[in-house]
């Protein structure tokens, strides 16, 4: 049997990288995860869309997190997303009243995602968006994104970060318009029509 000397510094082999769990599938989720937007209120929006892979194919195991300003760009700052009975430590849920801007969600075994939120607001210089992170298979560190709602277009063309893209690589970072407070985005993690993903330093 070979052993190894791990007392020093420096005397530790290398181990390859490699893909660990997908475990966020199991302890990540919450029960009412993709209703962020208090039930009934009138600016609220859907956003849906599908995660797909480097060949096309979409994850049935990828998980979405969603955050958003409120309707006036504000940043919201009220717990109870994860509100927990104090006397049982069980999951009550959301309270249906407070917009906490956030959520989690699972993508089903087609792939696709949905989440109820409010329609965020403008914050400085950006045309309102929402930020996103994927967890999926194969990816060592999450991915960050953004969703742009196509609503204005002026916002659009002014927004830093978008100005700074190619028009065709701009296009993965702007919902399709579907209607009736409903958007499709689509999450493509490679491949033809990536997705724009951003690092924060």
Not at 44 to 64: K, N, R, S
Not at 191 to 198: K, N, P, Q, Y
Request: some cysteine.
């Amino acid at each position: 049997m070979t052993r190894i000397d791990t007392t020093g510094p420096g005397r530790v082999p290398p181990t390859p990288s490699h893909t660990v769990g997908p475990f966020y599938g199991y302890a990540l989720p919450f029960p009412g995860g993709e209703d962020i937007a208090p039930a009934g209120h009138p600016d609220a929006v859907t956003v849906h869309g599908y995660v797909y892979d480097g060949e096309g194919a979409p994850l049935p195991d990828a998980l979405v997190e969603l955050w958003g300003p409120d309707p006036e760009g504000g940043t919201p700052s009220m717990d109870g997303s994860l509100r927990r009975d104090p006397a049982s430590g069980g999951f009550l849920g959301r309270n249906g009243v407070e917009f906490t801007g956030f959520g989690r969600i699972q993508t089903d075994a087609n792939g696709h995602w949905y989440a109820r939120t409010l329609r965020p607001g403008a914050r400085g210089r950006s045309a309102p968006y929402v930020s996103v992170c994927v967890f999926a298979r194969g990816l060592l560190v999450h991915l960050y994104t953004r969703i742009y709602l196509p609503d204005d277009a002026t916002a659009l063309a002014a927004d830093p970060l978008l100005a700074r893209l190619p028009a065709e690589r701009r296009d993965t970072l702007v919902a399709a318009d579907e209607g009736r407070g409903t958007y499709r985005f689509d999450i493509r993690l490679q491949g033809e029509g990536e997705t724009v993903f951003l690092e924060f330093q």
